[in-house]
Nanobody
Framework: QEQLVESGGGSVQAGGSLRLSCAAS????????MAWFRQVPGKEREGVAV???????RAADSAEGRFTISKDNAKNTLYLQMNNLKPEDTAMYYC????????????????????????????WGQGTQVTVSS
């Protein structure tokens, strides 16, 4: 069964760090793009960072310099290293995969703006909660 399983969420104080992991089945991990999204109840889901199959990466402007997306091909695992966390980073974080090829420039631009809802991503994990207290 094709799946994505996130882990690593938790509660931290502002300024702290967390590393999220997303274990993927081999088929999904071979997708063109994998990404992290987050959602707060009552708000739209938003893209945080994306990584292409060739290793190209792009983070939302709000996460740039604090969050780093990466992947371990040997472990079929996607990561999101989050440093200098802020209370506004509190959300449910989801990993997702998109099997279809797209314009990297267009996709990166969507993620940079921080408002892309991931409607073109077909595989999703169940989410892991991140709570940052001030």
């Amino acid at each position: 069964q094709e799946q994505l399983v996130e882990s690593g969420g938790g509660s931290v104080q502002a300024g702290g760090s967390l590393r999220l992991s997303c274990a993927a089945s081999p088929y999904i991990f071979n997708s063109y793009y994998m990404a992290w999204f987050r959602q707060v109840p009552g708000k739209e889901r938003e893209g945080v960072a994306v990584i292409a199959k060739d290793g190209s990466i792009r983070a939302a402007d709000s996460a740039e310099g604090r969050f780093t997306i990466s992947k371990d091909n040997a472990k079929n695992t996607l990561y999101l290293q989050m440093n200098n966390l802020k209370p506004e980073d509190t959300a449910m974080y989801y990993c997702a995969a998109r099997m279809e090829m797209a314009s990297w420039y267009f996709l990166a631009t969507q993620f940079r703006g921080g408002t892309y809802d991931g409607r073109d991503f077909g595989y999703w994990g169940q989410g892991t909660q991140v709570t940052v207290s001030s």
